[in-house]
């Protein structure tokens, strides 16, 4: 094989995919938006959840500050722990991820909200 055949080989996909023709004319890119707009909307929920997770404390902060006994400072404290376990959080869910993927790294943390 000349080399010059050599890097077209390389370009060329390693799945054919047969080219569809739409007898109606269209090229179904309506479905794949819908789709495009679905997942960003479910990965803009996943944001807002958690958004209101780390907030949901604020506006009962003095009746937590009285039931607890903790300063201000303890308080903050409090606060930041959420933070600070979120990033520990995502780099270790996402090296476990890799490792059992995406599913094997789901199901445990699913099964524990039912103990």
Request: with cysteine; hydrophobic share 35%; net charge negative.
């Amino acid at each position: 094989m000349p080399i010059e055949n050599a890097s077209d080989e390389l370009e060329k996909p390693f799945i054919q995919q047969p080219k569809r023709v739409d007898p109606e004319g269209e090229s179904g890119q309506n479905g794949s938006i819908f789709t495009v707009l679905l997942s960003t909307f479910v990965a803009i929920c996943g944001s807002f959840e958690f958004g209101i997770c780390v907030g949901y404390s604020s506006p009962t902060q003095s009746s937590i500050r009285q039931d607890l006994n903790l300063s201000l400072s303890e308080f903050s404290l409090f606060g930041s722990i959420i933070t600070i376990g979120a990033m520990f959080g995502s780099i270790t869910s996402g090296r476990i991820a890799d490792y059992l993927g995406r599913k094997g790294d789901g199901l445990p943390s699913i099964s524990l909200r039912y103990i």
